[in-house]
């Protein structure tokens, strides 16, 4: 039996080429990149990754055209560069492009970069990275990252970048579109691709629109994360289903949320975060050809995602009556798009990293329960009730 890279030769060989590729500079990026936050494990655990299963499905990646895999140092806690270094070290240098990034979703690692750096091209296995970003900037960190005089980040990665060590230097983003702004207000020039979590659920819910027309305007190529939602849209209920099938019959459900992704502009490389051969074998198969949508298409799908939300949480429209009625001042509207995003995603890490940068008494838990925020709630919203609830999901 044949191992990956004698794989991947022969279908190099043969010509093979199953792939929608995206310029990009002076780059042939594959539309689909492989994301390696969920490889397959061993006994559920999600530090032990199944070397053999993830090599193969590299393997098949690399014969059916994949040439973007996207790693990050606390991926699979701590342990996927490693092993996606010793995976792809089996291939040319030439014919892949590695991403990786500095982890400042932990503030304790604001002060290490340079040796963060070093540790991460041992990892890897290589002299540079392809693709290299700032991880996650957010709400909680943005002020760090933004201080360049104290942590030096900044700097010292463009010192990377002009020593060739980072061929391409960009940033993801968790965070609200005014994080996005003021990172890109100060970096944005010097930031060659953006990657942020977009699908059609949260073109409207997290604002992904708003966010994808910043950095069109900005001329910042975008990357894609989460196309299925963590694989919530990989499936949908029976009725929304059947309704995608009288527009597309050929087309799978997953294969939605790609084609959505097809349609947007400025969208570059999508990375998927792949756990197994069947799904990648599938998600491949999908950007053999490009298929954007109609416009009635897209209204469609997008009509379905917003009846998907409708049970989201609660109807906030963020008309902020209730804040110039609330005795402590928090910012109700904020809180309860929290909520939502939270209640709806079954918990995640993103409510309580944006409330990381909220002062205690700001927080959900900082309602006294006063209900005078309810007297003027066009929405006859519970907002106590709610802040409670979150507060108690919070573990607050």
């Not at 091209?121 to 709400?139: I, P, T």
Request: hydrophobic content about 40%; some cysteine; overall charge negative.
């Amino acid at each position: 039996m044949k191992n990956g890279p004698e794989v991947y030769a022969d279908k190099a060989e043969e010509g093979v080429e199953h792939m929608i590729y995206k310029n990009y500079k002076d780059l042939k990026l594959s539309a689909l990149g492989m994301g390696a936050m969920r490889l397959p494990v061993i006994d559920g655990d999600d530090a032990k990754i199944d070397e053999a299963a993830a090599s193969e499905m590299v393997a098949y990646a690399m014969a059916n055209g994949i040439n973007y895999y996207d790693t990050a140092w606390g991926y699979h806690s701590g342990n996927l560069e490693t092993v996606m270094g010793k995976i792809l070290n089996q291939y040319p240098r030439e014919n892949y492009y590695l991403a990786t990034k500095f982890p400042g979703y932990d503030l304790s690692n604001m002060d290490k970069v340079e040796s963060i750096f070093e540790e991460q091209l041992k990892k890897c296995g290589v002299d540079y990275f392809d693709f290299y970003l700032f991880h996650n900037v957010c709400e909680m960190n943005i002020d760090a990252y933004l201080d360049d005089e104290k942590y030096g980040i900044f700097s010292y990665l463009m010192e990377q970048k002009k020593a060739g060590r980072i061929r391409h230097l960009g940033f993801s983003a968790h965070g609200g579109y005014d994080v996005m702004k003021r990172f890109i207000d100060a970096y944005g020039k010097d930031m060659e691709f953006c990657q942020i979590q977009l699908n059609y659920l949260d073109w409207t819910f997290q604002g992904a629109k708003e966010k994808v027309d910043l950095l069109n305007e900005n001329n910042i190529p975008v990357w894609v994360m989460e196309p299925l939602r963590g694989g919530r849209l990989a499936s949908v209920a029976e009725e929304y289903e059947a309704e995608l099938k009288t527009l597309r019959p050929e087309e799978g459900v997953p294969a939605w949320a790609f084609r959505f992704l097809q349609s947007i502009p400025g969208v570059t490389v999508t990375l998927s975060g792949m756990s197994n051969f069947e799904q990648m074998k599938a998600n491949i198969a999908t950007y053999e050809t490009e298929k954007p949508l109609s416009e009635g298409e897209m209204s469609s799908l997008l009509a379905i995602a917003d009846k998907m939300l409708e049970n989201a949480g609660v109807p906030c429209t963020a008309c902020h009556y209730c804040t110039s009625h609330c005795p402590q001042e928090l910012d109700i509207p904020f809180l309860l798009n929290l909520y939502n995003e939270h209640c709806f995603t079954g918990g995640g890490f993103i409510a309580p990293m944006a409330l990381m940068a909220v002062e205690k008494e700001k927080q959900p838990s900082g309602c006294i329960g006063c209900r005078s925020c309810e007297q003027v709630c066009p929405q006859q919203i519970k907002i106590s009730e709610a802040l409670a609830d979150f507060s108690a999901k919070l573990g607050a």
